[in-house]
């Protein structure tokens, strides 16, 4: 889920702790287009197979998109001086690290974000 348009665990968290927070979760994110085309990726990629972590996936895919728009480096971005964020699949892998799928449709979920993200970058 995001609070404050930072991606969390719902699961390690309580509500009280975020009264007067903003919070989204998977299920508000059914309107913006940014959500439908993560959706259409992830049906078009089959970032999914059993459809378990596919909220969480989408919601912290979201997420992850924003937080590199807004210029915000992960561990392994190369120039964390330049804003503008080049999301690889190594970029992308290490911001999604947290999410787990016990399918292992790891390339597929890469893969959707990528084409999300704008395309086919390596």
């Known amino acids: 889920m995001l609070v404050n348009g930072r991606r969390i665990n719902a699961c390690l968290t309580l509500g009280i702790m975020h009264e007067g927070d903003d919070i989204v979760t998977k299920r508000a994110l059914a309107r913006p287009k940014r ?3 993560c959706r259409r990726a992830f049906v078009e990629r089959d970032g999914f197979q059993c459809g ?17 728009k807004a210029g915000w480096p992960s561990h392994v971005t190369a120039d964390v001086a330049n804003t503008g ?4 699949d190594v970029e992308i892998r290490e911001r999604m690290s947290g999410n787990i799928c016990r399918c292992g449709a790891y390339p597929n979920i890469v893969a959707a974000i990528r084409d999300v993200a704008g395309g086919d970058r390596s």
């Open 52 to 68: 378990y972590c596919t909220s969480g996936q989408i919601c912290s895919a979201v997420g992850m998109l924003a937080e590199a």
């Open 85 to 88: 964020i080049e999301l690889t």
């Open 35 to 37: 959500c439908i085309r």
